[in-house]
């Protein structure tokens, strides 16, 4: 789909899996916020192992029934829905990094929008 080639920004958020707002899970509240606002999609990633600004270091500890682990959840769209989005958004988190680049989308292929 043509509308979303072309030069886009892509912003990342780095938190741990276990923040939350509201009593919500942060990342899902995320999620359903960037819906709310027509993003054009979202991805959650979480890592094995992680250090932030505390320096205490997350790792996956198979007997530990927590787990406190980084997530980075990633979007990519124009720059204006992005800062919008952010704006709203940055209530929400207590402790985060926040980043955003240039990319540019080469192809974008989904069934749904094939002609």
């Known amino acids: 789909m043509k509308r979303y080639l072309g030069q886009r920004k892509k912003l990342s958020i780095y938190i741990d899996s276990d923040d ?13 916020k960037a819906k709310e606002h027509s993003l054009a999609g979202a991805t959650v990633y979480k890592a094995i192992a992680g250090m932030g600004a505390h320096s205490e270091l997350h790792t996956f500890n198979v007997w530990s029934l927590s787990q406190k682990l980084p997530l980075v959840i990633e979007f990519i769209d124009k720059e204006e829905k992005i800062k919008e989005f952010l704006h709203q958004i940055e209530p929400m988190l207590q402790e985060a990094l926040v980043t955003l680049q240039d990319v540019e989308v080469l192809l974008y292929k989904h069934p749904k929008f094939e002609q």
Request: hydrophobic share 55%; glycine share 0%; net charge positive.
């Open 20 to 32: 939350r707002f509201e009593s919500k899970v942060l990342w899902q509240a995320i999620i359903q």
